[in-house]
């Protein structure tokens, strides 16, 4: 019971995360993008619009595949999602790799461009093991894809954790003023993220603590 409430509490906390993070671009209006748009690529906006989207179904969609009682009563349904899951992934992974040659602060670029390959990399190995009937290596390698996933909502949770740290590191003071602050945290959050997820996911993994 424990274990399916952590689920649960993981599965609401991403999709709280992941509305909040998406709703600035429902409205299709660049203005209210929260990332600078790069002028050098005039589709930019509609790329990262398309990313965002297909991020959040896979975010939505991907808890659906660790449920036993899903893929036992409902196996057509497990593999629909799971469909839908790794097409969300491809196309936001790729639209993803796209944006980082439009990312112009180095450090940011390549943590995202690592981001992304892992994404498209672990994805295609979950699929790929499923399509050989490996469904021991196939879940492991989901669990690793979502994992990867929900890098957008923990890179989002520990920027006040960045903050509080930032502060402690330069005797509560913040040289540089507020957004020179968000700015330097914004370059590392997805690499702590990345670090975080994978840590645990593998910690746990090494427990036999995810099925």
């Given at each position: 019971?424990?274990?399916?409430?952590g689920w649960?509490?993981?599965?609401g906390?991403?999709?709280?995360?992941?509305?909040?993070?998406?709703?600035?671009?429902m409205t299709?209006?660049?203005?209210?993008s929260?990332?600078?748009?790069?002028?050098?690529?005039?589709?930019y906006?509609?790329?990262?619009?398309?990313h965002?989207?297909?991020?959040?179904?896979?975010l939505?969609?991907?808890?659906?595949?660790?449920?036993k009682?899903?893929?036992?009563r409902?196996?057509?349904?497990?593999?629909?999602?799971?469909r839908?899951?790794?097409?969300?992934?491809?196309?936001?992974?790729?639209l993803g790799l796209?944006?980082?040659?439009?990312?112009?602060s180095f450090?940011?670029?390549?943590?995202?461009?690592?981001?992304c390959i892992?994404?498209?990399?672990?994805?295609?190995?979950g699929y790929?093991?499923?399509?050989?009937?490996?469904?021991?290596a196939?879940r492991l390698w989901?669990v690793?894809?979502y994992?990867?996933?929900?890098?957008?909502?923990?890179a989002r949770?520990?920027?006040p954790?960045c903050?509080?740290?930032?502060?402690?590191?330069?005797?509560?003071?913040i040289?540089?003023?507020?957004?020179?602050?968000?700015?330097?945290i914004?370059?590392?959050?997805?690499?702590?993220g990345?670090?975080?997820n994978?840590v645990?996911?593998?910690w746990?993994m090494?427990?036999?603590?995810?099925?």
């Amino acid at each position: 019971m424990k274990h399916k409430s952590g689920w649960y509490l993981l599965f609401g906390i991403s999709i709280a995360v992941g509305i909040a993070a998406a709703a600035p671009y429902m409205t299709l209006n660049p203005e209210n993008s929260r990332v600078a748009l790069n002028p050098a690529f005039s589709w930019y906006y509609l790329v990262l619009v398309a990313h965002i989207i297909t991020a959040f179904i896979a975010l939505a969609s991907g808890p659906f595949q660790f449920s036993k009682g899903l893929r036992a009563r409902q196996p057509v349904l497990h593999r629909t999602l799971g469909r839908l899951y790794v097409i969300c992934i491809g196309i936001s992974g790729i639209l993803g790799l796209v944006i980082t040659l439009y990312i112009t602060s180095f450090v940011k670029a390549l943590a995202f461009l690592t981001l992304c390959i892992l994404w498209l990399f672990t994805v295609w190995k979950g699929y790929r093991t499923a399509r050989s009937k490996q469904f021991d290596a196939h879940r492991l390698w989901m669990v690793r894809s979502y994992a990867i996933t929900l890098v957008a909502v923990t890179a989002r949770l520990i920027v006040p954790l960045c903050i509080l740290l930032y502060a402690a590191l330069h005797g509560f003071t913040i040289p540089g003023g507020r957004e020179s602050m968000i700015a330097n945290i914004l370059e590392v959050n997805i690499w702590i993220g990345l670090v975080v997820n994978i840590v645990i996911v593998e910690w746990c993994m090494m427990k036999k603590q995810l099925f």
